[in-house]
């Protein structure tokens, strides 16, 4: 993270988590109806520019790079070419070239695998983490004072330096884009003016997941297709645009049916710690039968988005398996 952002929101008293050393925690959790703000610590972005930077990314990405315009984001994923996703990606075109948000623990990898594919291409691949911060904003209650904002799903409207993206979900949740200044500025605003309050980074991922958004850390890159992980319904695939990396996997998949997982939402009140190691069984039978994206802990339960076979989304008996125990889990909608 920047050092110019990091201080100014260790100074809000925000801290760094032991267990999770980029998680920020405020001292204060706010109301439960408060509009929210929240730094967004497990993504991080890459710009891509150059006069080849939209052809580029079009024979790399499973999205039509055509249809991401400057007032319209998009959700893709990066592929080997076995059809496994190495990364997803948000895409917001700016006037240069784009920007990609992604997991941090990914963009070592990405830059390195996207750069393979380069060759004679007129393109330039930055990790844009110093330059560009990100944020969260969460509104629950309306007014007036509030800047313009996009209103449908992922329109993008910049203002003053500030690009804001209208992510999927039911609620009303915007993913901010700024340089450190301009960062500083809009909390300073929000939350003088506006009465937002600061809020713990763990709770926007927790939001994130509720939504169906499949952000994952790097031990589970290349395991899955995009239909996995719903990335075609979220807009994410394009299956008219012409060739791309790990595209025959992905068509064949789409043409043929032969999706055998896909991607669910899951929560447990229980508190018991989950690891990379835990697994989703069939409690009676004890059958392994789905494994977990990712997860997390918040207002008192955890949500998980596990990637299983569709026939056992209705199955009552669906449990995590620990090292330590095992806990009932209850399939939900996406939120």
């Not at 790399?60 to 991401?68: A, R, S, V, Y």
């Not at 896909?262 to 009140?269: D, Q």
């Not at 997860?295 to 398996?321: D, G």
């Amino acid at each position: 993270m920047n050092t110019q952002w990091t201080q100014f929101l260790t100074g809000l008293g925000a801290s760094f988590s032991d267990d999770t050393p980029q998680a920020l925690h405020f001292p204060s959790t706010p109301a439960e109806k408060a509009n929210q703000l929240y730094p967004v610590t497990h993504l991080t972005s890459l710009s891509v520019t150059g006069p080849d930077a939209a052809t580029f990314l079009q024979g790399q990405l499973t999205c039509d790079i055509n249809q991401i315009q400057n007032n319209k984001a998009g959700f893709a994923a990066f592929c080997n070419a076995k059809g496994r996703v190495i990364s997803p990606f948000l895409i917001i075109r700016e006037q240069h070239g784009f920007i990609l948000i992604l997991p941090q623990s990914l963009a070592e990898k990405v830059i390195k695998k996207l750069s393979m594919y380069i060759l004679r291409s007129d393109v330039q691949i930055i990790d844009s983490t110093e330059q560009l911060c990100l944020s969260g904003l969460f509104i629950q209650s309306q007014h007036d004072d509030l800047p313009a904002l996009p209103q449908t799903q992922y329109d993008v409207l910049s203002n003053n330096g500030i690009s804001f993206v209208k992510l999927p979900g039911i609620h009303y949740r915007f993913l901010a884009i700024a340089q450190p200044q301009e960062s500083i500025t809009l909390w300073q605003n929000f939350i003088t003016n506006l009465d937002f309050a600061p809020a713990n980074s763990g709770l926007w991922h927790f939001q994130d997941i509720s939504a169906g958004i499949p952000w994952f850390d790097e031990e589970q890159s290349e395991q899955y297709i995009p239909q996995m992980l719903n990335i075609d319904k979220l807009g994410g695939i394009s299956f008219n645009k012409g060739c791309y990396t790990g595209q025959e996997i992905v068509a064949r998949t789409h043409y043929l049916g032969k999706n055998k997982r896909e991607m669910f939402l899951a929560e447990s009140g229980q508190t018991a710690m989950l690891n990379s190691q835990s697994t989703i069984i069939v409690s009676h039978t004890q059958e392994k039968i789905a494994s977990i994206l990712t997860y997390q802990y918040a207002q008192e339960c955890y949500r998980l988005l596990i990637v299983m076979p569709p026939e056992h989304k209705n199955n009552n008996h669906l449990a995590v398996c620990t090292d330590r125990q095992v806990f009932k889990i209850n399939i939900i909608p996406f939120q």
